[in-house]
């Protein structure tokens, strides 16, 4: 019996110094983490909602509204759903396979998709779906995640990680845990023209996720997922090339970046800082253990909603929170003149909030 104790011991010990992952962790150095204070104090103002059914489905990743008011959804699925303005109920519209994620509309109505598992797709007014960009350079886009589109068409898309792809990895969520244990720095902004081609703009991001315009095209906001931070890079004007941080030291993984009303830039984060992750930042072997673990043992997507709205140099504007998970794994919000809809890596409904009622002008 203790023979047979100790060689299990052994085989154990083995196997979590020894068995082969797929990650080679890196060191770095977490940013502090003040947690949920000042401007971003804890409430409950995301608890009372509106719930739109999905026809089925569920992870309402990204939500974009049309001039006309149609609200057009990304699912887990695969199916891009759609409904009017005043339904409460939105239907299948188009599978653009894979897994949609962040979605844009062009000035002729076209509706762009960031597809995790394809690239950068086009589905027409009348729901043709074309798959327009999947290399760049000559490399493969791996992780394609968030977009946002000029009024010359221009389509600035991230690459959230060419270490990682979301389709090889058992999705988005495994693939992207896999890259913020990693943390190799592998995400990229893309630009693309249907007629200019495409070229890589930046390299260097820990999960690129979000990305939002300003009306003017200025300048492109970047959410850095694992780094807790949005970047702010200059498209034109004197600043042009230059980058800067514009909040950090978030107090959850951010998302998607969408552009709202009156100067309101709105940040999902998906989660809460995870104390494992950032304390063992400086340990890259004891990570590759960790890998080792069983997923229930390994960090996870905790159930806290909190979306933020910030100004274009970071002030946060509205704090908007769901500490107790009545929603959770909040991805974003897509603003209209009386609503909000709140987005969700997994959530089975979508979110929708009168703006009046949480007092949003």
Same mark, same amino acid.
């Given at each position: +019996? ?15 110094? *020894? $068995? ?9 150095? @977490?940013?502090?983490?003040?947690? =949920? ?43 891009? *759903? ?9 239907q299948r519209w188009v599978n653009a396979g894979g897994r949609p994620l962040g979605l844009a509309l062009d000035a ?54 060419? %270490? ?10 495994? @693939?992207?845990?896999?890259? *913020? ?6 995400? %990229? ?12 703009? *930046? ?24 780094? =807790?931070? &949005? $970047? ?20 959850g993984f951010p998302d998607n970046v969408h552009l709202g009303q009156n100067g309101r830039y709105w940040v999902g ?35 806290y909603g909190m979306v933020l709205a910030v100004d274009e140099n970071g002030s946060v504007l509205e704090n908007l ?17 009386? =609503? ?6 997994? +959530?089975? &409904? ?6 009046? @009622?949480?007092?949003?002008?």
């Amino acid at each position: +019996m203790r023979f047979a104790a100790w060689a299990a011991l052994i085989a154990l010990v083995a196997y979590l110094l *020894l $068995w082969p992952v797929p990650v080679e962790p890196v060191a770095w150095k @977490a940013p502090a983490a003040p947690g =949920y204070v000042g401007p971003l104090a804890p409430n409950t103002r995301l608890a009372q909602f509106e719930a739109l059914t999905l026809d089925g489905l569920h992870g309402p990743e990204a939500v974009v509204v049309g001039v006309d008011g149609t609200l057009y959804a990304s699912t887990h699925e695969g199916w891009i *759903l759609r409904a009017g303005v005043n339904d409460t109920a939105l239907q299948r519209w188009v599978n653009a396979g894979g897994r949609p994620l962040g979605l844009a509309l062009d000035a002729e109505g076209n509706l762009w998709v960031a597809n995790a598992y394809i690239g950068l797709q086009k589905i027409t007014p009348q729901g043709t779906v074309s798959t327009e960009l999947s290399h760049v350079e000559g490399s493969a886009i791996r992780y394609a995640d968030d977009l946002d589109i000029t009024t010359d068409g221009t389509i600035y898309l991230s690459d959230a990680s060419t %270490r990682f792809a979301a389709q090889d990895w058992a999705g988005t969520l495994s @693939a992207s845990l896999l890259d *913020l244990n990693e943390h190799s720095r592998s995400g %990229r902004i893309i630009e693309y023209h249907p007629k200019r081609g495409a070229r890589i703009l *930046l390299e260097g991001f820990s999960f690129a996720n979000g990305v939002a315009l300003d009306p003017q095209g200025r300048y492109l906001l970047i959410a850095e997922t694992g780094e =807790y931070r &949005v $970047w702010k890079h200059w498209l034109r004007g004197p600043a042009t090339g230059k980058s800067e941080v514009i909040i950090d030291q978030l107090p959850g993984f951010p998302d998607n970046v969408h552009l709202g009303q009156n100067g309101r830039y709105w940040v999902g984060l998906t989660s809460p800082r995870s104390p494992i992750i950032d304390g063992l930042a400086e340990w890259p072997f004891v990570r590759k253990i960790i890998q080792r673990l069983p997923d229930f043992l390994r960090p996870n997507v905790v159930h806290y909603g909190m979306v933020l709205a910030v100004d274009e140099n970071g002030s946060v504007l509205e704090n908007l929170q769901a500490p107790a998970g009545e929603v959770y794994a909040t991805t974003g919000v897509a603003e209209t003149d009386d =609503y909000l809809y709140v987005t969700s890596l997994t +959530m089975p &409904v979508l979110a929708r909030y009168q703006k009046a @009622a949480l007092a949003i002008d």
